[in-house]
T-cell receptor, first 116, second 114 residues
Framework: DTGVSQNPRHKITKRGQNVTFRCDPI?????LYWYRQTLGQGPEFLTY????????KSRLLSDRFSAERPKGSFSTLEIQRTEQGDSAMYLC??????????????FGNGTRLTVT | GDSVTQMEGPVTLSEEAFLTINCTYT??????LFWYVQYPGEGLQLLLK?????DKGSNKGFEATYRKETTSFHLEKGSVQVSDSAVYFC?????????????FGAGTRLAVHP
């Protein structure tokens, strides 16, 4: 168990460019979550996958954002036409659960995005 | 909707002092409650949890009791150490969708001095 891995750790991009982040969950974890954390705030839920199916998307996830988990293992989060307001820490978490109750989330160290 | 409110930081304490970080919540159902900790340069780690009223979660000398009557889940530690310096997040679990969707407070930064 190597934990949840996120790449890259840091990304600096110019406004208008596209960026893609990757998350590798703990192996065999069937649930995967993306959160966004801005400075001085707690993480906010973005989206959730059960295996390869994306089952919920927050209203925070505008049309410029897309997330995939094609084989039910790793996931990618893409932001198109980045804006300065997208600057934040993007966190990935995973869990193994079949009942939906009380399953602890294991978080990665995050990808810090800075849009200039 | 569901929400979590926790005391603003930073909280600055001397080593061996008593710690309390207040957390209150608003929820329509019966959520599970959590404290997560974020050490400098690291990811969020689960510190402790409680799943029903009057449950007490504890770990590493920290404890918190699920108080349904006051909708609170205050974090306490009897004697803090410098190594406890971190940001602490209170969270509740909205499980109405059948999965563990966490709603976090804004976080409270704790700084412990020798």
């Amino acid at each position: 168990d190597t934990g949840v891995s996120q790449n890259p750790r840091h990304k600096i991009t110019k406004r208008g460019q596209n960026v893609t982040f990757r998350c590798d969950p703990i192996s065999e974890h069937n649930r995967l979550y993306w959160y966004r954390q801005t400075l001085g705030q707690g993480p906010e839920f973005l989206t959730y996958f059960q295996n390869e199916a994306q089952l919920e998307k927050s209203r925070l996830l505008s049309d410029r954002f897309s997330a995939e988990r094609p084989k039910g293992s790793f996931s990618t989060l893409e932001i198109q036409r980045t804006e300065q307001g997208d600057s934040a820490m993007y966190l990935c978490a995973s869990s193994l659960d079949s009942t939906g109750r009380n399953s602890p989330l294991h978080f990665g160290n995050g990808t810090r995005l800075t849009v200039t | 909707g569901d929400s979590v409110t926790q005391m603003e930081g930073p909280v600055t304490l001397s080593e061996e002092a008593f710690l309390t970080i207040n957390c209150t919540y608003t929820a329509t159902g019966y959520p599970s409650l959590f404290w997560y900790v974020q050490y400098p340069g690291e990811g969020l780690q689960l510190l402790l949890k409680a799943t029903k009223a009057d449950d007490k979660g504890s770990n590493k000398g920290f404890e918190a009791t699920y108080r349904k009557e006051t909708t609170s889940f205050h974090l306490e530690k009897g004697s803090v150490q410098v190594s406890d310096s971190a940001v602490y997040f209170c969270a509740l679990s909205d499980e109405s969708g059948g999965y563990n969707k966490l709603i976090f407070g804004a976080g409270t930064r704790l700084a412990v001095h020798p």
